[in-house]
């Protein structure tokens, strides 16, 4: 019978004095934490060293800046190795509730074949710029894999399991940077895998509280233009199998009653 051993895996890119505070709260759900440091030049081993004598985290440092879904394969990979059977990924730069990791971690132990993404709930600090534009990728995830239940393409708290997310990553060479969340979402609906999505409030920090963002409006919506471009046309080969195979079994669980 599958089983679940979850960790948190955290990757961070120059995400400066929040990133301790993002790590600690973690650590207080008293859960397993890996973090990915991504290249960073910002001195982010130097700020997690007060939590390096903690007994469940673990730091790894790369040593060049490969991207977000680059730091995610290393750190899946690594988890692994340790045993751990789910990843779930959580921003770096405080967005994402550390409070609701043993959600996530308890609906993966009740359905550990499935994927558990965070449906954003926004609050009034949400970029209205942000906020509409993922409208459009959403709309082209759910074409691309027929509704299979992907409420969010783009939000990055989300609970993978391990094996299938290495292997959607060894069945292409892309969705190594911002492309990751959008792009593993679509291709895990592919490979049938079932997703339950959980609603998770999302909290935009001021520049004053230490909020920072690797969003660049211009190079990244070019990027998500040429992966859906990429992604419908992977759409049309798998059509008739797609329209064959049935709905997401997990599809009437979100929002998920534990």
């Known amino acids: 019978m599958p089983v679940s051993r979850p960790l948190v895996l955290i990757p961070s890119y120059n995400t400066g004095p929040i990133l301790p505070t993002?790590?600690?709260?973690?650590?207080?759900?008293?859960?397993?934490?890996?973090?990915?440091?991504?290249?960073s030049?910002?001195?982010?081993?130097?700020?997690?060293?007060?939590?390096?004598?903690?007994?469940?985290?673990?730091?790894?440092?790369?040593?060049?800046n490969a991207g977000k879904g680059s730091a995610v394969l290393h750190g899946t990979r690594a988890a692994l190795a340790e045993g751990f059977t789910h990843?779930?990924?959580?921003?770096?730069?405080g967005q994402h509730p550390a409070d609701l990791i043993p959600r996530y971690f308890g609906i993966s132990k009740i359905h550990p074949e499935a994927?558990?993404?965070?449906?954003?709930?926004?609050?009034?600090?949400?970029?209205?710029?942000?906020?509409?534009g993922r409208k459009v990728s959403n709309f082209w995830a759910n074409l691309e894999t027929m509704g299979w239940g992907i409420d969010d393409s783009l939000f990055g708290m989300r609970l993978y399991p391990a094996e299938?997310?290495?292997?959607?990553?060894?069945?292409?060479?892309?969705?190594r940077r911002f492309d990751f969340d959008p792009?593993?979402?679509v291709r895990l609906a592919w490979r049938g895998?079932?997703?339950?999505?959980?609603?998770?409030?999302?909290?935009?920090?001021?520049?004053?509280?230490g909020g920072i963002s690797q969003f660049r409006y211009l190079r990244d919506n070019t990027l998500l233009t040429w992966m859906h471009t990429r992604l419908f046309f992977g759409f049309l080969i798998r059509l008739p199998w797609l329209a064959l195979r049935?709905?997401?079994p997990l599809l009437s669980y979100s929002p998920p009653v534990l």
Request: hydrophobic share 45%; aromatic share 4%; with cysteine.
């Open 22 to 39: 993002t790590v600690a709260a973690a650590l207080e759900q008293d859960v397993d934490v890996r973090v990915v440091i991504d290249g």
């Open 41 to 64: 030049t910002d001195g982010s081993p130097a700020l997690l060293e007060p939590l390096l004598n903690h007994p469940r985290l673990r730091v790894e440092v790369l040593p060049k």
């Open 87 to 93: 990843v779930l990924c959580m921003d770096a730069d």
């Open 115 to 132: 994927a558990v993404f965070g449906r954003p709930v926004f609050d009034a600090s949400a970029p209205a710029l942000r906020v509409n």
């Open 164 to 175: 299938e997310l290495v292997r959607v990553f060894e069945s292409t060479c892309f969705a």
């Open 183 to 185: 792009e593993v979402a």
């Open 193 to 209: 895998v079932p997703i339950v999505n959980l609603p998770t409030p999302v909290r935009y920090l001021t520049k004053e509280e």
């Open 246 to 248: 049935g709905e997401n």
